[in-house]
């Protein structure tokens, strides 16, 4: 009789956006005359900028032609696009990171969930805590995490590294050495930044002990500050040590298009052996290549136009990210992130745990937020907004919690 990977028995469920759904639905029905407003998705709201659609439209045309019609594309991405990230997203910045080290993908969800298939099962994780709940969850799936103590929260094989107001929320380097360290900067979802002396900090601790460094930029396109790095790369030693996911998906909203990369420099090797030539034959194997026309639309956000316009939407969403900071501190509020990052994590009021607070906030204001415990033991006390909604709605938003 077949079985079942029982890893996925390990998993507990996956309450947080459903438990969020069913009480807004309920409200609602409860009181069809409210207008709520949901700033809790990280999901964009703005349309595609109009060099993308622009170049969308004419691949398309492409594909309805023998002549310029594309089948299969390559195993590790169109040769167009993989030039154009090597050249704006690293070499610009002064990076070293050759176009066949980028492996373009059909989103960071994917490659973060995946990229944890070519390491041994005997490999510690150490993750951030609160954390994006897929690092951890693909690794239970794998059956690396060990047992699941529901008082915790916390699996026993995995390395939790707290990240709160104590630390700002940077993590420490844990106490015991992992082999596997799974970073969010800008993150994903305490809008928490760091330096790139304290991102060299962990490139030197990962190149010490023999770690990998699972670097997500995903938010990188909201950094505002000099001081912070847009890429892992920009630090010494990190092509021994570091892969980087990127998504195509905050910055230049690809989240229904689909599009991202990874990266794996070639030095980065343990007893000869490249992690390159591993994702590579991992990517050959299950992967058959984001579409044409979606690797077209991803050229076109390095175009001149493209670039002008992603760089607007990108501040038409930190815009409504400041206000939600400014509008929250003048009521009061401890607030966090909203500098260098969409998302705000604000300090629940008085002794109000985080799911206290979603439900006051639904009844008293009508808003819908992502309470911070679901994303770990240690969001416990706070709250998430994000700037990605309209700029109507987040002002309307901020007004009634102001007169809360
Ligand atoms: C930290 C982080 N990584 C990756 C993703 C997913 O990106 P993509 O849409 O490219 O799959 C998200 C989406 O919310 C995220 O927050």
């Not at 799974?182 to 928490?192: E, H, K, S, V």
């Not at 002990?209 to 001081?227: N, T």
């Not at 501040?315 to 400014?326: E, V």
């Not at 009061?332 to 992130?337: D, E, H, L, P, Q």
Request: net charge negative; charged share 20%; hydrophobic share 40%.
């Amino acid at each position: 009789m077949f079985k079942i990977n029982e890893n996925y028995l390990k998993l507990p469920g996956s309450y947080l956006f459903s438990t969020i759904g069913k009480k807004v639905a309920a409200f609602g029905q409860e009181h069809p005359e409210k207008e709520i407003i949901r700033l809790g998705i990280g999901d964009v709201t703005q349309p595609l900028a109009p060099a993308i659609i622009d170049a969308l439209h004419s691949a398309v045309d492409e594909m309805a032609d023998a002549k310029t019609f594309h089948g299969y594309a390559p195993d590790l991405g169109y040769e167009f696009l993989r030039s154009a990230i090597a050249a704006n997203d690293f070499a610009a910045r002064g990076c070293e990171v050759a176009a066949d080290e980028i492996f373009v993908s059909d989103g960071a969800k994917c490659d973060s969930g995946n990229i944890q298939e070519i390491f041994s099962l005997d490999n510690r994780i150490a993750v951030c805590d609160p954390v994006y709940p897929v690092y951890v969850d693909s690794n239970v799936m794998a059956g690396r995490t060990g047992t699941y103590d529901p008082a915790t929260e916390r699996w026993s094989d995995v390395i939790y590294m707290p990240c709160t107001e104590a630390n700002q929320f940077a993590p420490d380097f844990p106490k015991e050495t992992p082999d596997l360290i799974y970073l969010c900067f800008p993150n994903n979802p305490t809008g928490a930044a760091i330096t790139k002396d304290q991102l060299q900090g962990w490139v030197d601790y990962a190149n010490r002990v023999g770690a990998v460094i699972l670097f997500d930029a995903a938010y990188e396109a909201y950094i505002s500050e000099e001081a912070i790095p847009h890429s892992i790369y920009e630090c010494e030693g990190a092509r021994t040590c570091a892969i980087e996911l990127r998504s195509f998906s905050k910055n230049a909203g690809f989240t229904g298009t689909r599009l991202g990369y990874t990266v794996i420099p070639k030095d980065l090797q343990v007893n000869g052996v490249r992690l390159h030539a591993l994702w590579a034959r991992r990517h050959g194997t299950k992967y058959n290549g984001a579409p044409y026309i979606v690797q077209k639309a991803g050229e076109a956000v390095y175009s001149e136009a493209g670039k002008a316009q992603v760089t607007e939407q990108v501040a038409y969403y930190m815009k409504n990210a400041q206000t939600i900071k400014s509008g929250l501190q003048a009521a009061g509020y401890t607030v966090y992130g909203g500098v260098n990052s969409p998302y705000v994590w604000l300090k629940t009021p008085g002794k109000m745990t985080s799911w206290e607070f979603f439900d006051y906030l639904l009844e008293k204001a009508n808003v819908v937020g992502t309470p911070g415990s679901g994303f770990g033991p240690s969001g416990e006390g706070y709250f998430r907004l994000t700037g990605f909604g309209t700029y109507e709605n987040t002002v309307a938003a901020l007004e009634r919690i102001k007169a809360l």
